[in-house]
């Protein structure tokens, strides 16, 4: 098997990776039948479909010019699997109606033959490891020897994958990346473990390749922002924050944007409003004229629109207009981190009226009794605590365009916005500045 490997490396090398990819299928039993083969960029999924001949074969061009990455090729209730495209044709054959990944044959493709192998005998090893293990444990025998042969034969495997220039190689190093990140999710305690797992995404991990891996893209995402343990709730997400920034800064477009629009929808679904606000800031910050293909990118900057300059909208409710500089603070009873910003906010409130600031607060509560109680612990005018009731649909919040809280904006004496936050302490620079 090993020459085997190293003949279809050479056809690779000799080859080289074609602008685009012509796919060939062979299912002679499934004559008439609709194929479909799905791609990934990040976490959208791409398809396309293409209906068997008389004797079960097609030929296509597959649409992505210069694709490197995993695919999944589907016949509706025939089967399915996953396979590698990267080099200039593959072929799908398989004889049987009823099919799993594992029955499907790549004849001549260096990528999914070398993926098939890397990880069976992966598998393999790993298995033979834990035998030995397990065996010590019942049978009085020294597998010392048999140890070392199979952490050797491990060794190898390894270092074939780390040489490699396939892409299936760099998908084997994707998913011993998932496991090593699951790991340390699972052990919070090994703080030199999660310090290696920053290292690596922000360093060394292969984005593009993740980029076109499928599910491994959303797994990484989803469980990056475990590893972050250690600091008190608004710091992990400044510590988060930080080290996504880092990983985008060696990207380039379209993987660029799609790896920010991950981890915001991350920050989204985990309730991590503070890294999202710092995410989208320093993004802007870092890419003011960047043309953004992302869609979904597009509509999350036109929500953080309004920024340092901008006009600041008029607040329905006030009874008096806003003629002086101001702190505006968008919050929801049920939000730990808004209460934080609110005690500082009660906790330095004489210190910014002799400053000159105006506290103005907005709620998204819907429950009347739950607002009640949070607003009577405010210090500042009750004419400025306002609350409509409608939640985050309310006037204000979708005039301010306010997706998350706790945000707040500080405003000058003459209506523009200074400065949006995702909390008090990062303001503090533009509150001694922007002083009546």
């Not at 990455?69 to 589907?74: E, H, I, K, W």
């Not at 076109?212 to 990484?220: E, F, H, I, M, P």
């Not at 301010?400 to 995702?422: H, L, M, N, S």
């Amino acid at each position: 098997m090993k020459r085997i490997i190293q003949i279809l490396l050479l056809m690779f090398c000799a080859q080289g990776v074609a602008a685009q990819t012509t796919i060939e299928l062979n299912f002679p039993k499934l004559s008439g039948d609709t194929a479909w083969i799905y791609s990934f960029a990040g976490s959208r999924v791409d398809s396309f479909s293409v209906v068997l001949n008389k004797q079960g074969k097609a030929k296509v061009a597959f649409p992505k010019k210069d694709y490197r990455g995993m695919a999944y090729f589907y016949i509706p209730e025939k089967g399915g699997g996953e396979f590698v495209i990267a080099e200039p044709k593959v072929q799908i054959i398989c004889p049987n109606e009823q099919f799993n990944g594992g029955m499907l044959q790549f004849p001549q493709s260096a990528e999914n033959t070398f993926l098939r192998y890397i990880f069976q005998r992966r598998d393999y090893l790993l298995g033979q490891q834990e035998w030995l293990k397990a065996g010590e444990m019942y049978v009085e025998q020294d597998f010392k020897d048999l140890k070392e042969i199979n952490a050797k034969s491990l060794l190898a495997l390894d270092d074939s994958v780390r040489v490699s220039p396939l892409y299936a190689a760099r998908l084997m190093e994707l998913t011993q990346f998932m496991q090593r990140l699951y790991g340390s999710v699972r052990t919070p305690a090994d703080t030199a473990g999660q310090h290696a797992i920053w290292h690596e995404i922000e360093q060394k991990l292969d984005i593009n390749a993740l980029y076109t891996s499928g599910n491994l893209w959303t797994d990484v995402h989803t469980y990056y922002p475990g590893v972050f343990v250690g600091f008190n709730l608004d710091s992990v997400q400044a510590v988060y924050a930080a080290s996504v920034g880092k990983t985008m800064s060696r990207l380039k477009e379209p993987v660029l944007t799609a790896f920010l629009s991950s981890a915001v929808s991350i920050c989204e679904r985990s309730n991590r409003p503070v890294a999202e606000q710092i995410l989208l800031r320093d993004f802007l910050m870092a890419y003011p004229n960047l043309p953004i293909s992302d869609p979904k990118i597009k509509r999350m900057f036109d929500s953080y629109s309004l920024n340092k300059g901008s006009n600041a909208p008029v607040l329905f409710g006030l009874e008096k207009p806003l003629t002086q500089p101001a702190i505006l603070i968008f919050f929801d009873s049920n939000c730990d981190h808004c209460h934080h910003e609110l005690d500082w906010l009660t906790a330095h409130y004489s210190e910014l009226v002799e400053k000159g600031y105006r506290i103005v607060s907005i709620a998204a509560d819907t429950e009347v009794n739950n607002y009640r109680q949070a607003a009577a612990a405010f210090v500042w005018d009750k004419s400025d605590r306002l609350c409509d009731f409608k939640g985050f649909y309310g006037e204000n919040f979708v005039n301010y365009q306010v997706k998350g809280t706790p945000t707040i904006f500080v405003t000058d004496g003459e209506g523009k916005i200074a400065g949006r936050f995702a909390k008090l302490a990062e303001a503090w620079g533009v509150l001694e500045k922007n002083k009546k």
